[in-house]
Nanobody
């Protein structure tokens, strides 16, 4: 059984930084992308970033490019999202998720294979 354990998040002022981590275990499929979706109040859940297991390819949605960095520690089976230069519009519940890369790109949360618990990120102006 795939399990994802998310941690991090919190409250920060605009321009600040936060880090999210996701510890993964129990994968039974070979090629997947692991990363984060987010959902702000009244909005659809969107794919933010993920890193592909087969080659480490990182994906970022356009609005976070240059500000967020995703990385993986294979020895610890942990993926980390470093979020810098945070903006109020980054405020959302962030969910660790694993599934096809295309599902992150096309915002298809129903195609994910596994979810971790959500963690709230609040950026004050």
């Amino acid at each position: 059984e795939v399990q994802l354990q998310a941690s991090g998040g919190g409250l920060v002022q605009a321009g600040g930084s936060l880090r999210l981590s996701c510890a993964a275990s129990g994968f039974t499929f070979d090629d997947y992308c692991i990363g984060w979706f987010r959902q702000a109040p009244g909005k659809e859940r969107e794919g933010v970033s993920c890193i592909r297991s087969s080659d480490g390819f990182p994906y970022y949605t356009n609005v976070v490019k240059g500000r967020f960095t995703i990385s993986s520690d294979n020895a610890k089976n942990t993926v980390t999202l470093q979020m810098n230069s945070l903006k109020p519009e980054d405020t959302a519940v962030y969910y660790c998720a694993a599934g096809p890369l295309i599902a992150f790109i096309r915002r298809l949360p129903n195609k994910m294979n596994a979810w971790g618990q959500g963690t709230l990120v609040t950026v004050s102006s």
